[in-house]
């Protein structure tokens, strides 16, 4: 059984770009969590998708917006970024909403 | 405003010793607690709690939750340099969604 994946592993992009991170579930989860972890910090929940549908949001601004593929699988995307987006960005895959989320191994953005 | 707090924030033992970190939660719609190891990047799974008072075992990792008291506890006994990690705890809120709202986590670091 292959666990969650994420891609890419690592990325630098400079303030005021644009960039997409990808997540695929676990195979028979359908519901994807995505957080962010800044250094030194637990990680914080940005928003989760349940059968193709946003299906919560924590704090984060309309910036950060996300899709949920037929497949289970997800994005992540962050437009105009910010200095302060710089952080390690994880994804959690769940069998339904309210189950353990498994998590990734997240990919790691720097903001120049 | 949920809120998780971990105590101690960093601890310092030596191989063989038992600690007990702790995880006190503030949260509304309560569903479950979570126990994550982190070593690098991907927080694995150690446990699900949901009722109080019935104690979960992995080998020398055990976890009890106290619903009235608002806090859990994670054991480890005999302790080995593998167990160097950050401990991170984790409540799950249930609102159109679960989400989890985590704590600072606790840096434990084993000496030989």
Known sequence: ETGVTQSPTHLIKTRGQQVTLR???QSGHNTVSWYQQALGQGPQFIFQYYREEENGRGNFPPRFSGLQFPNYSSEL??????????????????????ETQYFG??????VL | ED??????????VHEGDTVTLNCSYEVTNFRSLLWYKQEKKAPTFLFMLTSSGIEKKSGRLSSILDKKELFSILNITATQTGDSAIYLCAAMIYNQGGKLIFGQGTELSVKP
């Open chain 1, 23 to 25: 997540c695929s579930s």
């Open chain 1, 77 to 98: 995307n962050v437009n105009a970024l910010e200095l302060d987006d710089s952080a390690l960005y994880l994804c959690a895959s769940s069998p339904d909403r309210a």
């Open chain 1, 105 to 110: 191994p997240g990919t790691r953005l720097l």
């Open chain 2, 3 to 12: 809120k998780v707090v971990q105590s101690p924030l960093s601890l310092v």
